[in-house]
């Protein structure tokens, strides 16, 4: 499929750009910001005397365009430029933070999908029954309750009154698979969106798929029943959701920023919040630039996926 | 079988077997009996025929063989089907193709299956062997490929015999076929019958659900003819054809006059509309369509002829204008035609119309045929309201749809009625060119009948109105004053409607032309041979 | 603190920088480690050797660095002070206690001073000299850097000073400063070794303190172990590690599942649930944050005295303390440094006098006043007074309009510009809240609070040998600011930390901020 | 042979009880939302924070006011914000999406289209968190942020969902009938989509309210001390072993609204016949 070829390259030049607007955009507003960093690290000192100082420590006497242009450069060799609060390398940022957010985020989504694809067959194939009421009023409910209220259940119940699990994960630096106890939470809290809003969509494209001639042709010559669901049913109900599961790495960035805030976990959402409160504005670009490509890959693979689940489907590039 | 004896031997009255066999059923859908004591054989290597108009119940008949009844139905009576499974061929083949799965997927699952008394280890070769040789009935050589493929990436033709190498594979000993050959052209027509034909000469019982007479005439050894659910007449199809003993088979059978010739003498008058070096393209480089020179004259039927993919709907939407990627001209009167609906005003909107081949979508389903069909007035002939609603009701009773009808939403109405509203709606802009396409594929004899009769009569009564029929039917060609065929994109042959018919002369048309007498031929041959 | 997930500014330590101090005080107290004996003092039973303690700080994320000079958070500053010492500390009366320095003594123009260090030892095991202290004021004051405790050694001529010998350096000042021992104490003045650079505090930082350095990873965790060869006495504990934690939810619930044995920075609220309920010990430090409303004197309306009091007299001190402070705090009486030495505690208790506060208001002709109050989600608190304070002044037909700022720059944007706006401050001496904040020339004088005579009575105090008459002086200028000053001081939040059940020796008197508060070599796991 | 004769008879079950749950569910919280800042007295004098009692039934709130009557005031904020905010969505992406899907002009629908995709990459918090940052929105800019970040989303859906009508021979029907280009937009094909539309629009409230709701908890676009219950569920978290009802309260109005959106929407969609 030649298609396929431009297809792809289309979709990845428009990952480009979009990263490059992610970028401008993080940016311009970071630029905006009331305060920059002197500001920022002056705190509650705010002596003028002080702030102009460490501005010009910082560059930050200089335009912006300039000190854009100077980190756009970097860039083209890997050199995501060092951070204005404390002057080390942003790649040691993001390297250090990337393997907690990794796996939290890895792990969701290994989980996420056979959960998500489990519950939503399962609703599907007892439409209407109790199965699946439980299901979907169990996932809706879920679903309407934030990640951070959830977490703070979860953390009363299973951590703080039952004493399962550790309630944070304070103290385990970045080794967190050394303590997989101290994950269970984290990974349940992320989850919870993301699995309801993956079965409800699974469970609907099963409905229809069920319903359809083609396994009426395949339950007619006699296929089983098991084989019928999950070989011929749920290749067509996972179009639709491999989208779904591309726009949830926006929920899991969100989701992470939430979780790592609550469980103590130091990854790239912390790492964001710090920069952002810093004004540490190259941290804060290095981030958009590995969000805006993590989302970009994501977002290609999925639609990969939809092409190959949806073949006669024309996937807008 | 349940009864005795075995399928597929002589019984104790040396009569072969029935390898299914349907008695008094009833299936009642809300109160109203859709199936009505009905009762069937099927005979190995035979074929068994029902025909009927749509909702006459032959379809809810052959699914009762497969085991399926409409939602909420209540049956009666009894069927039974030999212990192997019942293949089926439906209409629209790439519906029972799963669209998401390779074209082996399946195969293969039917296969294993079949091959589970096989050790573990050699169930996959065996099944892939079978699969392949099923394949190889079907006609479907360089099978390794085609399991690779994903059913859009098949033709038509190639998914229906992909449909038939599951019945086999399967070791079908009956297969119900759902209207094979509606709609297709008389090629597709005849190569169906030969597959039809081979699949019952092993020893396979074959129900065919058709209003397509000439293949069931063609191809069924007994025929059950339908109406309102119940069984009117049955019998050895030669029989039935000789001497149809009830009154609305006569009718199902009666055969057209062929059109008196429609061309009118004396000097042609200016072509209404004209097409000059037509090239359109589907998207950039892809050039579906090539017409040099064409020309539809006043009071003048000219019938564009071709198979699928010919390019024929292609040069239908150049006229009306709902194609625009086109070099060339259209002329109207001589004048250009904007290539932009919107660019045409509303004289020339109203000059040409069309008419869908899907009348259904081409309505909108929530609002009153009679008030779609008036707007037509209302737009294109700037008529108020209450006037264009009268002039619509008009339009509609003359082409035979109630008030009562034309008030309600489309979803009420049957196929046929939706394509006299769709004419009606095109006739109420008065206009100079009408373009039909394929307007009579989807119906059944009897209203496909009526519809022709009533283009007939349009083009008599209306001196102005030229007809465009698009069609790959040499039958509703012969509607028509002139022939167009087309084939790859490319006008091969045109000329008078008698010229092109009875003496064609590009191999295409004479291919086409010779499969459809053939077709003809093969079920009158056969019932002359049989009698 | 606010919580939102690590939206929220770190602790930042609230200023305790005293820049200069001009006039000259007796001997500031002598003696050694006398805040640690009242810290053992609580019926904690016999200390116990061994043991790790987990302390969790909100903390600064991956900027992190263990350079005491650039000690910026309580997180930072904690770390500091386990593997650094300074020259002196704050007791609990922020007054300055000698700890490297075992002794000072002025010349009688109180600008000259003499500062005798104990024996101690770095941890490479070199002797702390006067060179070291010399080279880190060195280091702190280069006009190049930046360094926080900059200004607070701005009274110092470094250039004049000098080692007289090994232990005894003679700090040469540009103009008397009575309340020297207070820059020795400043916020930041650690005692480095000569040729330190930040280079070295971030792989392995070598100080004097009572804990080693072990590892470190920025915004995670910092182990020490325990000093055995410190100059006060071994710590009890094996070893302490300092983990990250922003969310005050995240430290509670840590210290409740046993993850951590130390956490410092509480809620009231957490504090009310678990207090006395066997599961966790609750430690307030009273008179932690002065918590305020800063009246711009210069401006309309409050460059009107009656108008500033009339809003002394419109707040309902205990209301603000409830609803704002949860009730961990106890009222303000206007002045800043309750319980601190030179503290004029006999000023009458000002109540709530809605009457007299409208009368002012008609002589002012502010009849109908409105203003708008500056709050920003910055600190705790904050907010809830704004909203508090607002409801108060409606009625007193005030109409108080609350501006919420962003909670970044907050304290810069309220430098300037505004009239009215929420402030609060950390524990300091009296005499560093006045040099920083009340005099004509201070850099963050926030109620632009500009008196040629008050910065003379400052001057004359700095210039008093005579402590009883120096605080004398400190009273009179307080007397000034609670008649007529421009911070409405309504309350003193206490600092809460909590510590598991295990943890002993935790001292509950000293103020945030000062020398046994976060110390952990007076700590014990029994 | 197999007797197949089985008789079925089709279960009609009408979606009625999950359509009253649904209505229930945002019945409630709505009314209070709506109805309950009309029946609220002035503010009492403050109590002691999270306390229980002394006539505050649902005891008061970590500045000493009583909960119940902020639990009334609190449901306008969000519920408007919320509301506004997908209305808005919807205003922009109507147009947008229907343009894009109608029109035979590729520029047309590249540059509509395009510039969404790039604000698709932005991660909606990240942007949300910096735009709020420098503009301080109000409850106005909050919905509007909010309603930006759904815009290319329901955009695309809009124009999926017209684009597949826009494909059936009815719009040419009505083309060559010469209708306006408006009729044929919001005629008929806005109102074929109107049922994915209002599915779509269900769950896009209920992304939308956890979106304000979020953005409430990190302090963006309201006062920290506002009446609003995604604030107070924020504010009001220490104080949950204390006095737990200023939290579950708002807490459970906010799930019971977003449940019930997504209830009513399940049950509008099973009404009709599934395409």
Known sequence: MSGLGSWAARRLLLGGVQTVAVVLLVFALTEALPGDAAVALAGDQPDPARIAAIREAMDLDRPAYERLADWTAGLLHADFGTSLASGRPVTSYLSGAFGPTLLLAGLTVVLLVPVGVGLGVLAARFEGRLVDRLVSAVTLGVYAVPEFAFGVLLVTVFALRLDWLPPTAVGYGTDLLAHPAALVLPVLVL??????????????????????????????????????????????????????????????????????????????????????????????????????????????????????????????? | MNGPGESGGTGETGEPLAVAEIEGLTVEVGGRHIVDGVSLRVLPGQVTALVGASGSGKTTTGRALLGEFPPGARVEGSVRVADALVGYVPQHPATVLNPARRVGALLHDIARTQVRELPRRDRRPAAREQVLTALEAAQLPDGEALLRRYPHQLSGGQQQRLVLAQALLLGARVVVADEPTTGQDALTRRRVVDELAAVAARGIGVVLLSHDLETVRALADEVLVMRDGQVVEAGPVERVWRAPAHPWTRQLLAVREPLADAARQGPRPEAVLRVQGLRARHRPGVEVLRVPELAVHPGECLAVLGRSGSGKTTLARCLAGLHRTYEGEVLLDGVPLPRSLRDRGRDRLAAVQYVFQDARASFDEHRPVLDQVARTAVRLRGVATSEARAAASTTLNSLGLSDESAARLPALLSGGELQRAALARALLARPRVLVCDEITSGLDTVTRRGLLDLLAGLLRDRDDLCLVLITHDLDTARLATRIAVLDGGEVVEQGPARDVLTAPAHPFTVSLVQSSEELAARSSGRLAGQV | MQDYPGLRRRGLLAAASGIGALTLVGCGGSGSGNGSDGADGGGDGKPRRGGRLRAAFAGGGASETLDPHLANLFADVARAKALFDKLADYGDDLSAQPRLASGWEPNAGLDRWKVTLRKADFHDGKPVTAEDVLFSYRRIADPEKTFRAKASLEPIDLKASRAVDERTVEFVLKRPTAEFPNVLAAFGAYIVPDGSSAADFDKKPVGSGPFRFVSFAPGRSAVFRRNDDHWDGAPHLDEVEFVVANEESARVNALLGGQVEYAHELNPTTARAHEGKGQIEIVRLRNSAMQAFAMKTDRAPFDDKRVREAFFLIADRQE?????????????????????????????????????????????????????????????????????????????????????????????????????????????????????????????????????????????????????????????MQRRLYAEGGFLVWGFADWIIGTARTVKGVDRKAPANTLDWARFDKVWLA | MRALGRVQVLKRRLPFGRFALGAVLVGVPLALALLGPLTVGGPGPRAASFTLGDGHWLGTDFVGRDVWRQVLLGGRPVVVVALT????????????GLISALTHRTWLEETLMRPLDVLLAVPSLLMILLVASVFSPGATGLALLVALVNIPDAARIVRAAAADVASRPAVEALRMQGESWWRIAVGHVGRSILRPLAADAGIRLTGVLYLVATAAFLGIGVAPDAADWAVMVDRNRTGLFVQPWAVVVPALLIVALTMGSNLLCDAALRKGPRS
Not at chain 1, 270 to 279: C, S
Not at chain 3, 402 to 429: E, F
Not at chain 4, 85 to 96: F, G, I, N, Q, W
């Open chain 1, 191 to 317: 989850l919870s969106r993301p699995v309801c809003s993956l079965s409800r969509l699974v469970r609907a494209g099963m409905i229809d798929a069920l319903a359809s001639p083609y396994v009426a042709h395949a339950r007619r010559y006699g296929i089983p029943g098991a084989r019928v669901r999950y070989a011929h049913a749920l290749p067509n109900a996972v179009a639709p959701a491999a989208q779904q599961l591309a726009r949830t790495v926006d929920w899991l960035l969100c989701g992470v920023i939430v979780v790592e805030a609550l469980f103590v976990i130091p990854g790239l959402g912390t790492v964001l919040m710090n920069a952002v409160a810093e004004r540490d504005v190259p941290v804060v670009q290095g981030l958009a630039v590995v969000f805006g490509l993590i989302t970009v890959v994501l977002n290609l693979g999925a639609d990969l996926v939809a092409h190959r689940f949806a073949p006669r489907a024309e996937v807008a590039a």
């Open chain 3, 320 to 476: 603000l303390v409830d609803g704002a402070l949860s009730g961990a705090g106890v009222v303000g009486n206007d002045l800043f440094g309750k319980g601190y030495e030179y503290y004029a505690d006999g000023l009458p208790q000002r109540e709530q006098d809605l009457d007299r506060a409208r009368s002012l208001l008609k002589q002012a002709g502010a009849e109908k006043l409105k203003v708008t109050l500056d709050t920003s989600a910055v600190a705790a608190g904050f907010t809830e007074a704004a909203s508090i304070f607002r409801d108060q002044a409606a009625e007193a037909g005030v109409t108080v309009e609350v501006r919420m700022g962003s909670k970044d720059s907050y304290w810069a944007d309220i430098l300037d510009s505004g009239t009215l706006c929420c402030y609060r401050s950390g524990a300091m001496p009296i005499e560093a809240h006045i040099s920083q904040r009340l005099l004509t020339d201070s850099t963050t004088n926030a109620t632009r609070w500009h008196h040629k005579d008050f910065d003379a009575l400052y001057q004359q105090a700095q210039a008093t040998k005579d402590s009883e008459e120096r605080a004398a002086v400190f009273g009179r």
């Open chain 4, 85 to 96: 905010a997908t209305a808005l969505a919807y205003l922009v992406a109507l147009p947008v």
